[in-house]
């Protein structure tokens, strides 16, 4: 008697659990929503080519810092002193990974929270519309884009110094990780081409 009552109360949560997979699957939105813990063993270069977790030279050595304006690619011309540090903070916010990571998405908006203290001022709403907005960040403000790709969430962001960020967000088949690519470029610096992957498992 008691086995059975452990057999069924088992089957009754593996079900359950089916049935929660199966509606996170159904509602991308859904699955997106939850608390996320960044995995550095599973990730590759989360803090760019200089940061904690950088995996040898794949970004080519450069850091996330850039040397005097002079030597940009054409067309685009030259980033003063100024704009080369506000550049060089702004590279550096996007390329630091949050180590703890909180979403609250629906079809029509999304809330990332990088600490969950409002008074930090890194908790970010975003209407996902693909409508242009300025977000208000520690650098400075930025241009920003926010969309759903199908089963993606894509967040498109551009600085006054033509840094351009995108960063997609993917949750996995079981809902148990996300992974975050962040892609970086700027017609105005040389950058080379870094890849950034940041995985998170779910914490809630």
Do not use: C
């Amino acid at each position: 008697m008691q086995l059975k009552r452990v057999l069924t109360t088992l089957a009754i949560s593996l079900l359950a659990h089916h049935a929660s997979v199966l509606a996170q699957a159904a509602d991308p939105a859904a699955a997106l929503s939850g608390g996320w813990k960044l995995n550095m063993d599973e990730s590759i270069n989360p803090n760019g080519p200089a940061g904690a977790g950088a995996r040898g030279s794949r970004g080519g050595g450069r850091g996330d810092n850039f040397a005097a304006p002079g030597r940009g690619p054409a067309p685009g011309g030259d980033l003063g002193p100024e704009e080369l540090q506000r550049f060089n903070a702004h590279l550096k916010m996007f390329r630091t990974a949050p180590s703890l990571l909180g979403i609250q998405a629906t079809a029509k908006d999304v809330v990332l929270a990088y600490d969950p203290d409002p008074a930090r001022g890194l908790m970010y709403k975003y209407t996902t519309d693909s409508k242009k907005s300025v977000m208000t960040t520690p650098a400075g403000p930025v241009d920003i884009k926010v969309k759903w790709n199908g089963k993606v969430l894509r967040r498109e962001m551009e600085t006054k110094e033509s840094l351009k960020v995108v960063e997609d967000y993917t949750v996995s088949a079981d809902g148990k990780q996300l992974v975050v690519t962040v892609e970086t470029s700027n017609i105005m610096v040389r950058m080379p081409k870094v890849e950034i992957k940041r995985v998170y498992d779910r914490t809630q």
